[in-house]
């Protein structure tokens, strides 16, 4: 999991700043990209291109601590001992992602407290699909498997970006997740084909989760028209709607094959193959996204609690003479 | 009840108990890697206790995933230390280290214990074991000499957390045939190892180690007395196992 890496605020005017920049250096920066080089931590780059990344690769993190919490939640409730340890351990990797690319992020001059103090303030995102609820263990199945395997689109597809830090750490997160799909894909044919309680948990789970996760990769290209020169440096490497295609087209099938349906009556796959499909609730999508969903408050008072609380660690592991040092990879 | 059952489940209930606890502590660290760490050692006693389980089975107890989620409360024998609350860092942390040095002593010895399956296990768990002690003792003596906010949290986790732990110790009737048998060394001689064990890591922190002599032990987890916190607990375990009793999970 988990990042949904369209970036939830790209910036309106994608251009400003650009005329600041030295033009042979970023002619040089273009070129080097479009060679197909990577960009690595000292290397010149335009302040636009850092700090896109850095909201980006810092939204990602975020996305994977604070989806941590609600799988969390079915850690304890995990129905058998091969259940727990599987969630315990698939959860546990996505706290290390975090770990990953925190650093990633890093490398780009900004320091993990900043970073968790923004998250916690609520200066910066996470994906927007963690403030809805998980109120069934059917839930978490369905993130482990349908929301793990949207993010690994998005990731397949940025790991081939252009900055060198964000790839190595996608490339690594890419390898577990693919257990990850695993994962989920077994929790869920095994709930579906179980007992008529646990295909109807499946099913309604389903169901609710169904309208984010069609969210899950940022409004239509139609809406947002400045990803332009994002592409063009390589930070985002997928338009939303390829994302989301893809993801239509890789998973529709799996899901309707295990008898299980989706609350969409214009689901489907025209002629030309593109699937088509209910428009999302964009409308709603920003309001929970700006902080109005059933869960936001609860998810960043627990992120809020445990920085509180942890509080007293971090100042005493601190060594007074000690400087912050900038990872480089 | 026959001495090797006996040790069996008080061996594999403490082992789920406190590795349902550490799992607790998923988004919640002080920093990211203490989440990682804590759901690893979760990982691990979870896997030992299953293994214990197991052992269980083979000797005609109820299959693992029935005896771990479906007791109660007064058929738990795990000591009160492990069904705490996870509470703040300091207490856990310091649960963690007073329970996995008593722990590693205990899979030490079992290594050599005359009944033979629990012996392989116990050389197996037991490396397991020495890296939860690892880590333990490197966060006691860093945090444990470090601000003084941090020394005065841990004493007064140490001071509040070492009646409980000495209830790890508790005995029960099986205990003479349990030695006599060479199943295990015994309790006591378990407490002797692991005093020196923690006092030797206390040693080289500004934290001090009360005299245990003038402690009461907090018993009773042997015979299924329990802390109000052990039934919510299973409660919640059980929370999805239970909701369709004739299903495959």
């Not at chain 1, 197909?36 to 700090?51: A, N, V």
């Not at chain 1, 750490?169 to 646990?198: N, S, W």
């Not at chain 2, 295990?184 to 180690?209: C, D, H, N, P, Y």
Request: proline share 5%; net charge negative; charged share 25%.
């Amino acid at each position: 999991m988990y990042g949904s890496a369209s970036t939830h605020d790209i910036p309106t005017q994608a251009t400003t700043g650009l005329e600041n920049e030295d033009p042979i250096l970023l002619a040089e920066f273009e070129a080097r990209i479009a060679r197909g080089e990577k960009i690595e931590p000292t290397d010149w780059m335009p302040q636009l291109y850092r700090k896109q990344l850095t909201r980006m690769i810092e939204q990602h993190a975020h996305s994977e601590i604070i989806g941590s919490l609600p799988e969390g939640t079915w850690i304890t409730r995990a129905p058998g001992f091969r259940r727990k340890m599987a969630q315990m351990a698939k959860v546990q990797d996505e706290v290390g992602h975090a770990q990953l690319l925190y650093s990633a992020a890093e490398t780009l001059g900004k320091t993990r407290e900043q970073m968790l103090s923004d998250l916690v303030n609520g200066k910066s995102k996470y994906s927007n699909v963690f403030n809805y609820p998980t109120p069934t263990w059917a839930d978490s199945n369905v993130i482990s498997w349908l929301i793990d395997a949207g993010a690994i689109v998005n990731q397949m597809a940025n790991a081939k970006g252009s900055y060198g830090p964000y790839c190595r750490a996608l490339d690594r997160i890419c390898a577990e997740e693919a257990f990850h799909l695993k994962y989920g894909h077994d929790a869920v044919v095994h709930m579906a084909t179980g007992t008529p309680i646990q295909r109807k948990m499946m099913q309604e789970a389903l169901n609710r989760w169904w309208p984010a996760i069609m969210t899950f990769f940022g409004p239509s290209d139609k809406m947002s028209t400045h990803t332009e020169i994002l592409m063009r440096w390589k930070v985002k490497m997928a338009t939303n709607d390829a994302c989301r295609q893809q993801f239509l087209d890789m998973y529709v099938p799996k899901i309707w094959e295990i008898g299980l349906t989706l609350p969409d009556a214009n689901l489907r796959k025209n002629e030309d193959g593109v699937w088509e499909f209910s428009e999302p609730d964009w409308e709603d999508f920003k309001r929970v996204i700006n902080g109005d969903g059933p869960c936001n408050a609860e998810r960043i008072a627990v992120r809020r609690a445990a920085e509180e609380n942890g509080a007293w660690v971090r100042r005493a592991m601190q060594q007074p003479k000690a400087q912050y040092v900038r990872p480089l990879a | 009840m026959d001495p090797k059952l006996d040790l069996l489940y008080r061996l594999a209930d403490d082992q789920l108990i406190l590795g349902h606890r550490n799992s607790e502590w998923n988004g919640l660290g002080p920093i990211l890697e203490e989440d990682i760490a804590f759901s690893s050692m979760a990982q691990d006693k979870l896997g030992h206790s299953l293994q214990l389980y197991m052992l269980l089975h083979e000797l005609g107890e109820a299959e693992p995933d029935t005896v771990a989620f479906t007791r109660n409360t007064p058929q738990f024998h795990c000591c009160q230390l492990t069904e705490l609350p996870i509470g703040e860092y300091d207490f856990s942390l310091i649960r963690h280290f007073l329970f996995d040095h008593a722990e590693l002593l205990r899979f030490e010895a079992l290594a050599d214990s005359s009944y033979e399956p629990l012996a392989l296990v116990a050389r197996k768990v037991k490396g397991e074991l020495k890296y939860h002690v690892l880590h333990a003792n490197t966060w006691v003596k860093r945090l444990g000499t470090a601000t003084e906010e941090a020394i005065t949290r841990m004493q007064a986790a140490l001071e509040f957390t070492l009646p409980y732990a000495l209830g790890i110790f508790e005995t029960t009737e099986a205990e003479p045939e349990i030695i006599s048998s060479g199943l295990f060394i015994g309790e006591m001689e378990l407490q002797r190892r692991w005093e020196e064990s923690i006092s030797k890591v206390l040693a080289q922190t500004a934290l001090t180690l009360p005299d245990l002599r003038l402690l009461t032990p907090v018993s009773g987890g042997r015979y299924g007395q329990h802390t109000e916190h052990l039934q919510p607990l299973l409660d919640e375990m059980a929370e999805v196992f239970r909701l369709d009793p004739t299903a495959d999970w």
